[in-house]
């Protein structure tokens, strides 16, 4: 049986961080859907196309990771229609933690099959690194190498531009 594993996240933009957790996923499930979601509480850098083009570039060089679109609804429902063995949430700190458990907890509750919520920490490197963060300090004109893929810096600056000019 192939062990398909689901990561998802509003990815605006993704991180070192992110990219450190798909990475270790790939290696431990046979596939790994990466679903890029729309997160109505957050002001977005990008819209979600190109989030998901973003996601497909720097991921391009895994072969068993697929990015798709996280339409409207219920994660829960995703995870029950597509059969995932697992589902993957990054841990920075003890504060993810809470409010990861919690959500494991409803999750548990709602998938239908054996999915079970798999936890990763994120590399120490990585621990303080988040998308809110690279974006705040980008659009200040901070310099966000090493949090993020160079082909990631390269969108951001080519967006603080766009908008700059309007």
Same mark, same amino acid.
């Given at each position: 049986?192939?062990?398909?594993?689901?990561?998802? /996240?509003?990815?605006?933009?993704?991180?070192?961080?992110?990219?450190n *957790?798909?990475?270790?996923?790939?290696? *431990?499930?046979?596939?790994?859907t =990466?679903? $890029?979601? $729309?997160?109505?509480? %957050?002001? /977005?850098?990008?819209?979600?196309?190109?989030?998901?083009?973003?996601?497909?570039?720097? @991921?391009?060089? *895994?072969?068993?990771?697929? =990015?798709?679109?996280?339409?409207d /609804?219920?994660?829960?429902?995703h995870?029950?229609?597509n059969?995932y063995?697992?589902?993957?949430?990054?841990?920075?700190?003890?504060?993810d933690?809470?409010s990861?458990?919690?959500?494991?907890?409803?999750?548990?509750?709602?998938? @239908?099959?054996?999915?079970?919520?798999?936890?990763?920490m @994120?590399?120490?490197q990585?621990?303080?690194?988040?998308?809110?963060? =690279? %974006?705040?300090?980008a659009?200040? /004109?901070?310099? $966000?190498?090493?949090? $993020?893929?160079?082909?990631?810096? %390269?969108?951001?600056?080519? %967006?603080?531009?766009?908008?700059?000019?309007?």
């Amino acid at each position: 049986m192939e062990r398909k594993a689901l990561y998802a /996240g509003s990815f605006d933009p993704i991180t070192n961080g992110h990219l450190n *957790i798909i990475e270790r996923a790939a290696r *431990i499930f046979d596939s790994l859907t =990466v679903a $890029v979601a $729309v997160n109505y509480s %957050k002001h /977005g850098m990008f819209t979600t196309d190109e989030r998901m083009e973003i996601v497909k570039r720097v @991921t391009s060089h *895994i072969p068993n990771v697929n =990015v798709i679109k996280l339409d409207d /609804g219920l994660l829960a429902d995703h995870v029950n229609a597509n059969g995932y063995s697992a589902y993957i949430r990054g841990l920075r700190s003890t504060a993810d933690f809470e409010s990861e458990l919690q959500m494991a907890h409803m999750n548990a509750r709602l998938f @239908t099959g054996d999915t079970e919520t798999v936890f990763l920490m @994120t590399d120490p490197q990585y621990s303080f690194v988040s998308s809110s963060l =690279v %974006k705040e300090v980008a659009s200040l /004109g901070g310099s $966000v190498e090493g949090l $993020v893929p160079e082909y990631v810096i %390269k969108k951001i600056r080519d %967006k603080i531009s766009q908008e700059e000019q309007q």
